[in-house]
C-alpha cells in the first residue's frame, strides 16, 4: 500500500500529456512497442471504446490482445502493439478481460465458457434509458449469470472513448468499481490506478445498476435551478412585455414590437440575474431564523429547505450567467437601427425646439453611478463564479472560500440592490411609470433582495449574532436536552464542567 502514492503520483505526471493519435502511436516506437514481461490484458469488441481502451493500455505498458469476429478487417483500427486475433486466441492467457459489447450480444460469447473459467470479466457496457427502465438487473449481474465461474466487475462505464484518449484534463479522473469478489476489485484498481485513474470502491456487484444509471443523468444537480431560472425569465420577460409592447400598442396605437429580440430581453435578463442571486442567500437566512427559534442546530431542516441549500451554486452561477447577458446585451443597444433612428429624431426635435445646449445634470450623475454599480456588481459575481470551479475551490482554505462565497456575495447582493435603485431613482413615484396600474418591474425585483439585506442587518446586532454563534457551536436552549448531575456531592465535585 505505500507504494500506491507514488505510483499514481508516477503515472499522473505521465498522464498529464493528452493521449496522442493512433498515428503518432504507431510512429512512435517507445508506445509502439510493449516489454514481453509487462501483463497482458484482453478486450472483446471492437468498437469506439475498444479501440480507446487498447490504446490507453498500451500506452500505459499492458499488452493487448484484442478479440474481434473479423480481425483482418478491424487490424488497421487498432495500435500496432496491440494483437488482434479471433475471440477464441484472445482470451486464452490474459486473467482479466474487458468485455466492450453491448448487452445483446453477451449470448454470443456463450460458447467461450469454458476457456473464460476463472478469469476476471470487466463490463464496461452502458444502457439506454429504456432499456435500463425495461430490466430489473444490471448489464453485469446479466454478465454474471451468464457466466457462472467467471467473476465479473463492473468498471469503466462513466468513462467515455474521448476521455481515454484525451487523458484526464480533458475527463473525469474518479472510476467507480463494484464486484463481489475484494480480490477482483483490487487488481481492476490496480489497473486503473496505472492507467491514470482513481478507483471508487462501489461495493458489491449490486452496485452495478446504480453505477450503470450515472451516464444516462443529465445534469441533475441544475434541473431544479434551471427551471427556476426560466420560470422567472417567462414571468418577467411577460411581465416587460405587458408594460413595454401591449400598452403602447393598446392604448396609443404605437407598434413597439421590435422590442421584443432585444429591448424587452434585457430588461428580463437583469430581474432574473438578480432575484436568483438573493435567493442563493435567503435559504441562508431561513435557515438561521430556524436555529434560533428552535435553540439548537441539531434538528434537521425541512427537505425543502435542505435542496434549496445545496442548489445555491448552480442557482449562483445562472445568476452570473443572465447578469453576463444582460451586459452584452447593454452593449449591443446602441448597434441598433432603432436606436440610431431615435438619436436622429432626438436631434430634429431639439433643432426644432431651438435647443443649443441638452444637458441635465441628475440624469448625467444618475446614469455615471448606475453603470459604476453595475460593472462593480458583474465584477463581484464574476470572482464567485470563477472560485466556484472546483480547481479554483480546492486551492483556498475554508476561509477564505468561506470570505468569497459569503462575504464578497453578499456585497454583490448590495451592490446590485444600489444599481437597481440607482435605475429606479424616482421612477417609482412617477404616475406615468405605472403602465395598466403595474408597478415597474425594478419594484417587484427590490422585495427578496431587501428582505434578505434586512435580515442579515438584524443577524449582525450583537443579542442575535451571540446567540446565533454559540447555538452553531453547540450552546442548546434549556429545554431542549437536560443533563442529569450527580446527586452525590463528592461525586459531584469530580465531575468536570468544562
Known amino acids: 500500500m505505500s507504494r500506491q502514492p507514488a505510483v499514481a503520483t508516477k503515472m499522473s505526471r505521465e498522464m498529464d500529456k493528452p493521449l496522442i493519435s493512433l498515428h503518432l502511436v504507431d510512429s512512435d516506437t517507445s508506445l509502439a512497442k510493449v516489454p514481453d514481461e509487462a501483463p497482458k490484458v484482453g478486450i472483446l469488441g471492437s468498437g469506439d471504446f475498444a479501440r ?214 434585457n430588461t428580463t435578463l437583469p430581474c432574473v440575474a438578480y432575484v436568483l442571486l438573493s435567493l442563493v442567500y435567503l435559504p441562508g437566512v431561513l435557515a438561521a431564523t430556524l436555529q434560533l427559534r428552535r435553540g439548537t442546530k441539531y434538528h434537521r ?48 426635435k431639439q433643432v426644432l425646439a431651438n435647443k443649443s445646449h441638452l444637458w441635465v445634470e441628475e440624469e448625467v450623475w444618475r446614469m455615471e453611478i448606475y453603470l459604476s454599480l453595475g460593472v462593480l456588481a458583474l465584477g463581484t459575481l464574476s470572482l464567485l463564479a470563477v472560485t466556484s470551479l472546483p480547481s479554483i475551490a480546492n486551492s483556498l482554505n475554508w476561509r477564505e472560500f468561506s470570505f468569497v462565497q459569503s462575504s464578497l456575495g453578499f456585497a454583490a447582493l448590495v451592490l446590485s440592490t444600489l444599481h437597481t435603485l440607482t435605475y429606479g431613482w424616482t421612477r417609482a413615484f412617477e404616475e406615468s411609470r405605472y403602465k395598466f396600474y403595474l408597478p415597474p418591474t425594478f419594484t417587484l425585483t427590490l422585495l427578496v433582495p431587501c428582505v434578505v439585506i434586512l435580515a442579515k442587518a438584524l443577524f449582525l446586532l450583537p443579542c442575535i449574532s451571540r446567540r446565533l454563534a454559540r447555538i452553531r457551536r453547540g450552546w442548546e436552549r434549556d429545554g431542549a436536552i437536560k443533563f442529569m448531575l450527580p446527586t452525590d456531592n463528592a461525586l459531584a465535585e469530580k465531575t468536570s464542567h468544562v
Open 301 to 348: 431542516f425541512p427537505d425543502w429547505l435542505d435542496h434549496w441549500l445545496q442548489h445555491r451554486k448552480q442557482i449562483g452561477l445562472l445568476s452570473f450567467f443572465c447578469a453576463a447577458l444582460h451586459a452584452l446585451y447593454s452593449f449591443c443597444l446602441p448597434l441598433r437601427r432603432s436606436h440610431r433612428y431615435d438619436l436622429v429624431n432626438l436631434a430634429v
Open 52 to 265: 480507446s481502451l487498447a490504446t490507453r493500455l498500451v500506452s500505459s505498458g499492458f499488452r493487448v490482445v484484442v478479440g474481434s469476429r473479423n480481425p483482418k478487417r478491424t487490424a488497421g483500427l487498432f495500435p500496432s502493439a496491440a494483437q488482434v486475433t479471433f475471440q477464441e486466441e484472445a482470451v486464452r492467457s490474459p486473467e482479466i478481460i474487458f468485455v466492450a459489447v453491448f448487452r445483446e450480444h453477451y449470448s454470443s460469447l456463450c460458447g467461450l465458457s469454458d476457456q473464460l473459467a476463472g478469469k476476471i470479466l470487466v463490463d464496461v457496457s452502458n444502457p439506454t434509458e429504456q432499456e435500463h427502465l425495461q430490466h430489473r438487473e444490471s448489464n453485469a449481474e446479466y454478465l454474471a449469470s451468464l457466466f457462472p465461474t467467471c467473476t465479473v466487475v463492473k468498471a469503466f462505464n462513466v468513462i467515455s472513448a474521448w476521455t481515454l484518449q484525451a487523458g484526464p484534463r480533458d475527463g473525469n479522473r474518479q472510476v467507480p468499481i463494484c464486484s463481489d469478489q475484494p480480490e477482483a476489485k483490487r487488481a481492476v484498481s490496480e489497473m486503473a490506478i496505472a492507467m491514470g485513474f482513481m478507483p471508487v470502491d462501489m461495493g458489491s456487484l449490486a452496485s452495478a445498476r446504480e453505477m450503470e444509471a450515472m451516464p444516462l443523468r443529465l445534469l441533475p444537480a441544475w434541473k431544479v435551478p434551471t427551471l427556476l431560472a426560466l420560470g422567472l425569465f417567462i414571468c418577467f420577460y411577460a411581465y416587460n412585455f405587458v408594460r413595454d409592447v401591449l400598452q403602447p400598442y393598446v392604448q396609443e396605437s404605437k407598434n413597439k414590437f421590435f422590442k421584443l429580440p432585444v429591448s424587452v430581453v
